[in-house]
C-alpha cells in the first residue's frame, strides 16, 4: 500500500472514528500528518542507530552513544508530541483530540491484522 492509499484510509478511519466534520478534518489533517512526518524521520534516525549496532566490531562507547542518541529521539518525539497537542487545540476540542489518539490506535491494530490475514 502506497503511503497515500494509507492516508487516505486513516483519514478516513479517524475522521469517521472522531467524528471530525468536513471542516476540522480539512484544518486539522495537514497539522497531522506534518507531525507524522516529523515523528518519521526521528523513527528512522533511531533504526539507523540500531543497524550500526549490529556491528560486532564497536567499542562501550559507540555503543553508549547509540543508546543515547535513540533515546535522545525518544524523548524528541515526546516533546513533538506535546507541541503539536497544543496545534490540535486551536483546531479541535479535547475531547476530539482524545477520540483522534484512540481511533489512531485501533487503526493500527486493525491494519495489523489485516496485514496478517494476507499470505
Known amino acids: 500500500m502506497s503511503q497515500e492509499e ?3 484510509k486513516q483519514t478516513a478511519f479517524l475522521t469517521e472514528r472522531a467524528g471530525l466534520t ?3 478534518a480539512a484544518k486539522f489533517f ?3 500528518y506534518e507531525l507524522q512526518d516529523k515523528k518519521k524521520a526521528l523513527n528512522d534516525q533511531a533504526w ?3 543497524r550500526k549496532g549490529k556491528h560486532e566490531d564497536l567499542t562501550e562507547a559507540q555503543y553508549e552513544s547509540i543508546i543515547t542518541s535513540i533515546l535522545n529521539n525518544r524523548i524528541a518525539s515526546d516533546k513533538l ?3 503539536y497537542f497544543l496545534k490540535f487545540k486551536t483546531i479541535l476540542s479535547c475531547e ?3 477520540k483522534v489518539q484512540g481511533a489512531e490506535m485501533r487503526f ?3 491494519l495489523l491484522k489485516e496485514l496478517g490475514r494476507k499470505p
Open 30 to 32: 495537514p497539522v497531522y
Open 6 to 8: 494509507f492516508r487516505q
Open 81 to 83: 508530541e506535546k507541541a
Open 108 to 110: 493500527h491494530r486493525e
Open 48 to 50: 539507523a542507530k540500531m
Open 96 to 98: 476530539k483530540i482524545f
Open 22 to 24: 468536513k471542516e476540522e
